[in-house]
T-cell receptor
């Protein structure tokens, strides 16, 4: 099956720094991508999404970039705070006959030091 | 309100027990999902219900039996589970089960002895 993977399993940053979390995907048919944050003992929390007809989308302190040419997705967090410490997952939805089927990447552990 | 609730939070059961996990949402969503998440791994899709009909079953063993009594409720009935079934079981919902955001509940932590 198709897979979504991450380049860096762990990322450690200082408070106030910008963080970049990367994700590679292999299904060129995927047309919707989501970033989730999962804190210990909780379910995944929606952060931001992007559709395949876009290259960039911004939210509050977060930006998602999509490069379809190299099948790469990234999440940028500005002015990272200790509360941003969590596991971050990218997920893709291939649409078509797989409506509703999200495939998750392996996750990146982000640790923010005060 | 983007809240999905799940009960119980924790469940311990023996291999001969029968138990059920419950999930509820009041966002008017018509698609609901069950995922299984092992420690330090990403969530894996188990079942999708769209408009109260099972639309995706990811070849899940029959000891897991989903049920969608109405568009707001989703159950997962458990019977004769194995210790390797111990995991966090996550419920999610979305508008219609198409290409859209899924909102997750906090999960039920299941331990099978």
């Amino acid at each position: 099956g198709e897979s979504v993977g991450l380049h860096l399993p762990t990322l450690s940053v200082q408070e106030g720094d910008n963080s970049i979390i990367n994700c590679a995907y292999s299904n060129s048919a995927s047309d919707y991508f989501i970033w989730y944050k999962q804190e210990s003992g909780k379910g995944p929390q929606f952060i931001i999404d992007i559709r395949s007809n876009m290259d960039k989308r911004q939210g509050q302190r977060v930006t998602v970039l999509l490069n379809k040419t190299v099948k790469h997705l990234s999440l940028q967090i500005a002015a990272t705070q200790p509360g941003d410490s969590a596991v971050y997952f990218c997920a893709e939805d291939a649409g078509g006959t797989s409506y509703g089927k999200l495939t998750f990447g392996q996750g990146t552990i982000l640790t923010v030091h005060p | 309100d983007t809240e999905v609730t799940q009960t119980p939070k924790h469940l311990v059961m023996g291999m001969t027990n029968k138990k059920s996990l419950k999930c509820e949402q009041h966002m008017g969503h018509r698609a609901m999902y069950w995922y299984k998440q092992k420690a330090k791994k990403p969530p894996e899709l188990m079942f999708v219900y769209s408009y109260e009909k099972l639309s995706i079953n990811e070849s899940v063993p029959s000891r897991f039996s989903p049920e969608c009594p109405n568009s707001s409720l989703l159950n997962l009935h458990l019977h004769a589970l194995q210790p390797e079934d111990s995991a966090l079981y996550l419920c999610a919902s979305s508008q219609e089960g198409r290409v859209e955001t899924q909102y997750f509940g906090p999960g039920t932590r299941l331990l099978v002895l």
